[in-house]
């Protein structure tokens, strides 16, 4: 059977895609990822898959197209494409190139870093040059990406615009069948309409259907004919005694207070005498008490593109013990960079880096042990954060041994603690990152950068791609780590995240601008752009 045998006609009132009974199981101990589900989606129709982090949507997804990972296999289930069934391997590759585009939670991980987003974009166009050129040209245009970023490389953007490349990329040779996962986790509320458009206007196109993932309640009621929820395992209701215990433990954990592994070993202020917790004054005193440098400072911070395009000149942020600011502003102003350049990943262009007031060398090389691990990064992408040959009990132990000498006994037993923590359970410390949910791969990225017991802690999209109940416990815990003087730097589009933290710059115009909370129920409003405002400082 070839592509051309899905062809024809679909008989009315059947489903352009269709599946009985999909379920998925691990290689490795024969558990259920995914238990036996049925899919129906008409043409013209817009289904939309919604559910807890560690469901299995993406792995529905995966399992449909028949792309699952190592150590995950279909276990049982048909696929069908208008009434005939599609058999796995060389066919459902021929079928998924000749019918199907396809955007991935994780979409840079899926983009050659080296390629032009132009190519990228074009790559399955089966038309000439010129019109390959123009079709590129509007999707940009379309997707809200500037003219001049068709000449960048993949490497060279930011995770919003990665996600938009990699949408325009699978809708460039308008597929009749479009599968999306997570399509506006990283993008401002601006650009996520203009990706929600795009669906749209799919919605009642005959010989067309699209089956998205998101936990984007409003999206999904939006855009949806029909939702199907997947369920999770059952949770401990709160109030119950097995919740009750477990927040204990956590904040036992969070504060350091368990005698296995020391939770941080601050890093001392230049001057002065030595604070209680990481910069942080005692919280009672006989008198005044001068106030402690900030834990992590920018003065004149000055960013570029990889190709020279300003992004921040002259910037200055302050961040306490303690407290938490969080950075707004559309996609592709500069945010994740801002992450980055703090964190030594990637040097800025000019300005000063200040830890508890002295001065911190700008990229990570030139940094010694107790700087590295008194900043730390859980980044947004989650399969570039996480080695993919290392089991996640790995990864989260490396800080452990790294920076606090932890011996493996010991090691375990903190890594299934800070697992617990950040809301997952202490099996996954077997798994390996691409059996794992993006939002349970972005909490392990919290987990390993808590690992490290760091002063500062740099969070890029926290939230992104978390049901509301992992994200709520994502937000409490740093407001806990708080308590004991963590300083958090947190980029979001999320409004519920930004209204948690303390001060909120908005990075626009190439300034760092100061903005009032956002109601955590009302998106963020980031399309509006200023400019000539002076660098906020602090």
């Known amino acids: 059977m070839t592509a051309r045998a899905h062809e024809g006609p679909v008989p009315a009132g059947a489903p352009l895609l269709a599946a009985d009974g999909l379920s998925v199981r691990r290689a490795l101990d024969g558990a259920t990822v995914l238990p036996p589900v049925d899919v129906r989606v008409g043409p013209g129709q817009v289904l939309a898959v919604t559910g807890p982090s560690g469901a299995g949507k993406s792995t529905l997804l995966r399992a449909l197209l028949d792309v699952l990972p190592d150590g995950l296999h279909r276990a049982a289930g048909t696929v069908r494409w208008r009434g005939t069934t599609v058999p796995r391997g060389r066919e459902a590759r021929r079928w998924r190139r000749a019918r ?92 996520a309409d203009l990706v929600a458009e795009e669906v749209r206007s799919r919605r009642g196109t005959p010989g067309r259907c699209v089956v998205l993932v998101t936990h984007d309640a409003r999206l999904a009621a939006e855009l949806a004919d029909r939702i199907l929820v997947l369920a999770a395992g059952a949770r401990p209701a709160p109030g119950t005694d097995a919740a009750a215990r477990h927040t204990a433990r956590t904040t036992a954990v969070v504060r350091g207070r368990t005698t296995r592994a020391p939770w941080k070993e601050p890093l001392r202020p230049a001057a002065g005498p030595a604070p209680s917790q990481a910069g942080r004054p005692p919280r009672t005193a006989a008198g005044p008490v001068p106030s402690p440098a900030p834990v992590l400072s920018a003065r004149d911070l000055t960013l570029r593109t990889p190709d020279g395009t300003p992004l921040l000149a002259a910037g200055d942020l302050d961040l306490p013990a303690g407290g938490w600011l969080a950075v707004t502003g ?20 000019a300005g000063q880096l200040l830890l508890h007031g002295r001065p911190l060398p700008p990229g990570t090389r030139s940094r010694d042990r107790r700087m590295l691990r008194a900043v730390q990064l859980a980044g947004q992408d989650t ?16 800080p452990l041994k790294v920076f606090h000498g932890t011996t493996a006994a010991a090691g375990r037993e903190r890594v299934r603690e800070l697992l617990e923590t950040v809301g997952l359970p202490a099996e996954l410390a077997g798994r390996r990152p691409a059996a794992l949910s993006g939002g349970q791969r972005r909490r392990v990225v ?90 906020h400082d602090g």
């Open 446 to 535: 919290l987990a390993r950068a808590l690992a490290a017991g760091p002063d500062a802690l740099l969070l890029d999209e926290p939230t992104a791609g978390l049901d509301p109940d992992s994200a709520r416990l994502v937000l409490d815990l740093l407001d806990r780590l708080r308590e004991d003087g963590l300083a958090v730097l947190t980029v979001t589009h999320d409004a519920g995240t930004a209204a948690r933290a303390d001060h909120v710059l908005h990075l626009t115009g190439r300034r760092l601008t100061p903005r009032p909370h956002p109601a955590p129920d009302h998106p963020l409003d980031e399309r509006t752009e200023h400019s000539g405002v002076r660098p």
């Open 330 to 349: 559309r996609s592709g102003s500069g945010k994740t960079t801002l992450l980055h350049a703090l964190a030594g990943r990637r040097p800025p262009a």
């Open 383 to 398: 399969v570039a954060e996480l080695n993919p040959a290392h089991t996640v009990g790995r990864a989260v132990a490396r």
């Open 100 to 191: 199907c585009g396809w955007l991935a939670q994780d979409p840079g991980a899926a983009l050659h870093p080296l390629w032009r987003v132009d190519r990228l974009i074009g790559e399955e166009f089966t038309g000439d040059a010129a019109a390959r050129a123009r079709r590129v040209e509007a999707l940009m245009r379309r997707l809200g990406l500037p003219p001049g970023l068709a000449s960048r490389r993949a490497g060279e953007l930011s995770g919003g615009q990665a996600q938009r490349v990699a949408l325009a990329r699978a809708l460039c040779a308008d597929p009749e069948l479009l599968v999306l996962d997570e399509p506006t986790s990283a993008l401002d509320r601006a650009t």
